[in-house]
């Protein structure tokens, strides 16, 4: 009699991970309206091929104590969730690596999401995502050799609930004219597939609008938890680039470890700051559409900064949150730069107003905000980084909705 009580609760668990599993299936094609995307992303304007490569990174000085659902490669008999710190007890990331590369005949374009190979273990489960991806056509070579040279490094986390594949488009630009972009995609706070498994970004990390007023001190409670874990995931893939230079991979000798700027989307931007401050290798930072944190506002940056923003997050629910963007000049030891667009949105400098138009439905052309953000971005590396006589005033000639102010 226990037994069949076991088995009919072990059966009644199988039956509500399914139920769960298609909840959750139909949560992210609701969310993303990506059914059958034919896009080709626009080209990037360097001279230099594109190569990419995937790492799946585990910092095992840190133990991951965030409960989140996972779902999991290892089964194929049976469509199974685990818990992930069932999965691994530590902090884990997949991290993406555009460079310029020597491409030939042999090589093959990059999947838009690099683990879409190691889903087709899964195609119950990843049918839907691989649909939605296959068509959607990079500039980018799998695995393939990187050039001659050393070169100069992007150290980018993406903004929550995202992926790193929704900025491929900064990211081949950046590679395309001879920098090396890392993208990181951390656990909890985007959606991110790794070798065994699928981390969907963390619910509770989701803030509610209700947190948001001029004086940002609910939404700094709020996102204080992320943040310290996010920045600190910079910082440790920041010491595995630096074992990659001087390891044996292709990567032996090929980056500027003097010349690395940080930078970030949202709350990787809030985390990118956080970062920056905190390491001596970073060398100037970016940011899109993020507040820094109450900490860096107070202190300031002592190397060059800038942000690329809205006016529609400046003037959000019709607040005037200028002043909080602001914040972080009064104590900076260095010049800040700020890049304001009109009728842009949260997401116009990514790929999801291509990818993903229905949702992310701006009154800005999804073309122009996208070749704003690369020319504003790369520009102020250019600058800062490669010490280029880079005007950054000039950079918006040609974006009637772009206006530029240094502080």
């Known amino acids: 009699m226990l037994s069949q009580k076991v088995n009919l609760t072990q059966k009644k668990m199988k039956q509500f991970n399914q139920v769960l599993l298609l909840i959750f299936l139909l949560f992210i094609n609701v969310q993303f309206v990506f059914s059958q995307i034919e896009a080709t992303l626009p080209e990037p304007t360097g001279t230099h091929k594109i190569g990419s490569t995937s790492f799946y990174w585990i910092d095992s000085t840190r133990l991951d104590t965030i409960t989140n659902v996972a779902f999991s490669f290892l089964n194929t008999s049976e469509l199974d969730t685990i818990l992930s710190k069932q999965l691994n007890a530590y902090r884990?990331?997949?991290?993406?690596?555009?460079?310029?590369?020597?491409?030939?005949?042999?090589?093959?374009?990059?999947?838009?999401?690099?683990?879409?190979?190691?889903?087709?273990?899964?195609?119950?489960?990843?049918?839907?995502?691989?649909?939605?991806?296959?068509?959607?056509?990079?500039?980018?070579?799998?695995?393939?050799?990187?050039?001659?040279?050393?070169?100069?490094?992007?150290?980018?986390?993406?903004?929550?609930?995202?992926?790193?594949?929704?900025?491929?488009?900064?990211?081949?630009?950046?590679a395309s004219l001879g920098y090396v972009f890392v993208g990181i995609s951390s656990a909890h706070a985007t959606h991110i597939g790794l070798k065994d498994a699928f981390i969907p970004a963390l619910s509770r990390w989701r803030p509610p609008f209700s947190i948001y007023d001029p004086s940002f001190e609910r939404a700094d409670a709020f996102f204080e938890e992320a943040n310290e874990i996010v920045s600190k995931d910079m910082i440790f893939v920041l010491k595995k680039l630096e074992e990659l230079n001087q390891g044996d991979s292709f990567f032996n000798r090929k980056f500027k470890m003097n010349q690395i700027g940080f930078m970030g989307h949202s709350l990787g931007g809030m985390a990118g700051a956080r970062a920056c401050k905190q390491s001596k290798k970073c060398k100037a930072f970016f940011s899109i559409e993020a507040v820094a944190s109450k900490d860096v506002r107070a202190s300031g940056l002592e190397v060059p900064s800038g942000l690329l923003v809205s006016e529609l997050s400046i003037s959000q629910d019709n607040n005037n949150y200028r002043p909080l963007y602001m914040e972080i000049t009064k104590a900076r030891t260095a010049d800040f730069h700020l890049f304001t667009v009109l009728k842009g949105g949260h997401n116009s400098f990514s790929d999801l107003p291509i990818i993903a138009s229905q949702q992310f439905n701006y009154e800005i052309d999804a073309l122009e905000g996208i070749a704003i953000g690369r020319k504003v971005c790369v520009g102020f590396f250019d600058k800062f980084l490669l010490g280029k006589k880079v005007k950054l005033d000039q950079l918006a000639d040609g974006f009637d909705l772009v206006s530029y102010r240094r502080y």
């Open 92 to 174: 884990q990331m997949a991290v993406r690596i555009w460079y310029p590369a020597d491409v030939n005949g042999s090589h093959q374009k990059a999947f838009y999401l690099p683990y879409l190979t190691a889903q087709k273990e899964r195609p119950e489960f990843y049918e839907a995502r691989l649909r939605n991806y296959q068509n959607v056509n990079t500039h980018t070579y799998q695995n393939a050799p990187i050039k001659k040279g050393v070169f100069p490094v992007i150290l980018f986390s993406t903004g929550r609930g995202t992926n790193m594949a929704y900025y491929t488009t900064l990211a081949e630009e950046f």
